[in-house]
């Protein structure tokens, strides 16, 4: 894949949808087309989720009160975007089944989010920019100039995440792995707090037929569609 030139357009990609759809696989590579700086917002989810883990933080409460004592960044690591936690790089210890269940759980805490929001929007000021995660279109960046939602069947969006487990030298059992993964819709759907919903203007990519080529080829074409209507 080549990047494309630079443009003079500041233009704002909201990526949104359900877990284990390759989000953030598809953000990043866009991200890189585009010239684009990418802000994965799961990860910064799942650092504060790995803190009240560590901290064993029990209650919403605990985890407000430690919100002061909580620094999320990035770092450029062998030309690869990690999430810090207090200035630590946390990139391995975030990807967990049990930190992504914590960070679903966590992402329903008012506070948590509008201190999260506050600085994701912070960081579509700097520039063009590629933001993936479950309320970017919708809450985020409601004017973002390309809105994607990405959705797949439960049962291949399962096995997608039980390949990476078993990658990692883990041995999740892909039933338990399922269940998860209807666990996590339900709470990311129902919450109160800015749940996963599809945008009015988003475009719905459902990827459960498409190989991860032919998804960027799709993609690529929306944004360049893009990109020439806003100039």
């Known amino acids: 894949m080549v990047n494309r030139k630079s443009s003079n357009r500041k233009l704002i ?66 030309g690869a975007q990690h999430v810090t936690l207090n200035g630590e790089d946390v990139e391995g210890q975030i990807r967990t089944l049990e930190v992504g269940n914590a960070a679903s759980r966590i992402s329903a805490i008012r506070e948590v989010r509008a201190f999260l929001v506050a600085q994701q929007r912070a960081m579509g000021e700097q520039g063009s920019i590629v933001m993936d995660g479950r309320d970017i279109g919708t809450v985020v960046f409601p004017n973002a100039d390309l809105k994607l ?16 487990l078993v990658a990692k030298g883990e041995s999740p059992v892909y039933e338990d792995v399922l269940a998860d993964v209807n666990d996590r819709d339900y709470r990311d759907t129902h919450r109160a707090e800015s749940p996963l919903r599809q945008a009015e203007d988003a475009i719905v990519v459902d990827n459960s037929e498409l190989t991860p080529e032919g998804q960027m080829e799709l993609i690529i074409r929306l944004y360049e569609k893009t990109l020439n209507t806003k100039h």
Request: net charge positive; hydrophobic share 45%.
């Open 13 to 78: 990609v909201a990526i949104d949808g359900y877990s284990s759809c390759g989000k953030s696989t598809i953000a990043k590579a866009l991200a890189k087309y585009a010239n684009a700086t990418y802000v994965d917002t799961g990860a910064m989810y799942r650092a504060i989720a790995l803190y009240a883990l560590r901290n064993r933080l029990e209650t919403d409460e605990a985890v407000v009160h430690s919100l002061d004592r909580i620094q999320v960044g990035f770092v450029r690591v062998d």
């Open 149 to 164: 939602f990405l959705t797949a069947r439960p049962e291949i969006r399962a096995q997608r995440r039980f390949d990476e």
